[in-house]
């Protein structure tokens, strides 16, 4: 069955406009067919560079807004985490605020063809790869979160831990906030390993699965940025 992420549809159109694609290529072109003859171009366009784990990327992101829209679901189980303090306040702020993530169609096909380029080797590198890519927009934070397939809801409160441990302050700051934009990528823990050669102190679980957390929020006049990219959110 498929999951509805609630993307923004609007955004692939705004993309195309704004000439994301160059004029003239054979992609641009095969698109300007597509539009014309009715098929939903969102979809094919992903359909080129698509992650072969993003079903279950959109479950971690459908997860991750139910959790911060109908908070008061999760207080029961968030006793049992130490986030029930978190949950409350969210209860309280979910009555005012919009805090439904929006999925950025854009986004994702830049860090699917990061992921995806031959010529950066190191993960560490794609990730600061991508960070370049936003860095003069958004402020962008990078969390990884490992899970498996069946055990959404782990990896939920693993996403919510990581964040906290970074730091509690802005951690609330975060999640009883507003965020502009989220895409998650997800990567076998094996392919993972592979790409990443230097680390050889973790034992591989192939059943495991790394989920990189992509959080977008538009820097300020005032510069708040949280760049929490660092060696503790990016850590092996």
């Known amino acids: ?17 704004k000439g994301t694609i160059a004029e003239g290529t054979a992609t641009m072109n095969n698109l300007k067919y597509i539009i014309a003859d009715g098929v939903n171009s969102e979809q094919i366009l992903l359909k080129l560079k698509e992650n072969p784990l993003k079903e279950y990327s959109l479950q971690l992101f ?10 008061q679901k999760y ?3 968030s ?17 005012e605020k919009d805090l439904k ?13 990061i992921f995806n380029d031959q010529n950066i080797k190191q993960i560490k590198s794609k990730l600061v790869s991508i960070k370049e890519n936003f860095e003069s927009i958004y402020d962008l934070i990078i969390l990884f979160v490992e899970g498996k397939y069946g055990n959404i809801k782990k990896s939920l409160w693993n996403f919510l831990s990581n964040l906290k441990n970074l730091d509690e302050k802005k ?25 990443d050669k230097d ?7 192939k059943d495991s699965i790394i989920s990189f957390y992509f959080l977008f929020n538009y820097l300020d006049d005032n510069d708040n940025s949280y760049n929490l990219i660092s060696n503790d959110a990016i850590g092996w």
């Open 1 to 17: 069955m498929g999951v509805c992420c609630n993307c923004d549809k609007q955004d692939i159109y705004t993309e195309i406009k």
């Open 62 to 71: 459908q997860e991750l807004n139910k959790f911060r829209t109908e908070p």
């Open 75 to 77: 207080y029961k189980e």
């Open 79 to 95: 006793i049992k985490y130490n986030f029930d303090d978190i949950v409350k306040e969210l209860i309280d702020v979910e009555k």
């Open 101 to 113: 993530l929006k999925w950025s169609t854009k986004k994702e096909i830049i860090i699917n063809n």
């Open 171 to 195: 951690f609330k700051e975060i999640i009883l906030n507003k965020i502009d934009y989220c895409v998650i990528y997800s990567i076998k823990y094996e392919d993972l390993i592979f790409l």
């Open 199 to 205: 680390n050889t102190d973790k034992k591989e679980d």
